[in-house]
C-alpha cells in the first residue's frame, strides 16, 4: 500500500502542474490524498478547486479542515485509502473466480460476505504501509504549521498501532537552494526521529506543489497497483469531518 499524503492551502505557483504531477504517481500505482488546510475567508477560492483536482487525479481523497482537525482527517484519510485497496483487490479476485464482470464484495451471499469482510479488516491491519506525507512549507501555511506538526505526529503514532508494517517518509517544500522539495526523513518506523525533524522545518517561499509529488514519488522506487477511485469513494462515503 502505497500513498502520498499531501498538506497544503493550494495554490501552486511553479513548475509542473501539481495535477499532472498526481495522476502520474497514479498511473505509477501511488495513489496521491490532500488535504487542504484553508482559512474560511478562502473557502471556493482557486486553492480548494485545486486541491480536489490534484486528488482526483491521483485516484485519491481529499478533505478541506480547519487546522483543528488535520490529525484526525489524515488518519482517517490513510486508513480508508488502504481499505478502498484492499476491497478492490478483492473485488478484482471475485470477479476472476467467477468469471462475472459484476461480482463483488456486495453481491456475495451474506454469509460469504461476513467471512470475507472479516478478512479484509484483518489485511486492513497486516498489510505493508508506505505513507509519504508531503507538507507545504510555503509562507502562506505559517500560521497553521504547529497543527500540522501535531498532526503528522499523530499519524506517526497510529501507524506504529498497527499489526504490519508501517512506513513514513517526510518531506516538505520549497526546499533549500533551488530544490523543489527537501526530504526532510527517508523511509522509517522511528517516531524519535520524525519528532526531532519537524520541530526543525521554517515556513517561507514559494509553492512548487507538482515537483514536490513528482520528487515524492521517486521515493518508492517499484510500480504497485492504483487504487481505483470508485472503491476510495465507497470506502469515504459514511465519513464526515
Known amino acids: 500500500m502505497k500513498q502520498i499524503i499531501v498538506i497544503t492551502d493550494g495554490n501552486s505557483n511553479e513548475g509542473i502542474s501539481p495535477i499532472t504531477a498526481a495522476a502520474e504517481a497514479y498511473a505509477r500505482g501511488v495513489v496521491v490524498n490532500v488535504i487542504g488546510v484553508v ?7 482557486r486553492g480548494e478547486r485545486e486541491i480536489e483536482a490534484v486528488a482526483k487525479a491521483g485516484g485519491g481523497l481529499h478533505r478541506i479542515v480547519s487546522p483543528t ?5 489524515m488518519q482517517m484519510m490513510t486508513r480508508h485509502t488502504v481499505v478502498a485497496t484492499i476491497q478492490q483487490v478483492v473485488n478484482e479476485e471475485l470477479r476472476s473466480i467467477f468469471k462475472n464482470e459484476t461480482a463483488s464484495l456486495e453481491t456475495l451471499p451474506p454469509e460469504k460476505r461476513a467471512e470475507v469482510v472479516r478478512s479484509v479488516d484483518e489485511w486492513t491491519e497486516t498489510a505493508p504501509l508506505q505513507v509519504a506525507l ?12 504547529d497543527a500540522v506538526r501535531e ?41 524519535a526521529k520524525l519528532e526531532k525533524i519537524l520541530y526543525k522545518l521554517n515556513v517561507k517561499g514559494t509553492t512548487p506543489t507538482g515537483p514536490a509529488i513528482l520528487d515524492a514519488l ?15 469513494d465507497a470506502a469515504w462515503g459514511d465519513y464526515v469531518v
Open 39 to 45: 482559512d474560511r475567508e478562502a473557502a471556493g477560492m
Open 69 to 73: 482537525k488535520l490529525a484526525y482527517t
Open 134 to 145: 508531503l507538507i507545504d512549507a510555503s509562507a502562506s501555511m505559517k500560521h497553521k504549521f
Open 151 to 191: 498532526a503528522a505526529y499523530d499519524l506517526m503514532l497510529s501507524m506504529q498501532a498497527r499489526a504490519g508494517k508501517s512506513e513514513l517518509a517526510v518531506l516538505h517544500f520549497p526546499g533549500n537552494n533551488a530544490n523543489a522539495v527537501e526530504i526532510d526523513v527517508g523511509w522509517t518506523c522511528e517516531l
Open 218 to 232: 521517486a521515493l518508492f522506487g517499484g510500480v504497485g497497483r492504483p487504487s481505483p477511485r470508485r472503491a476510495a
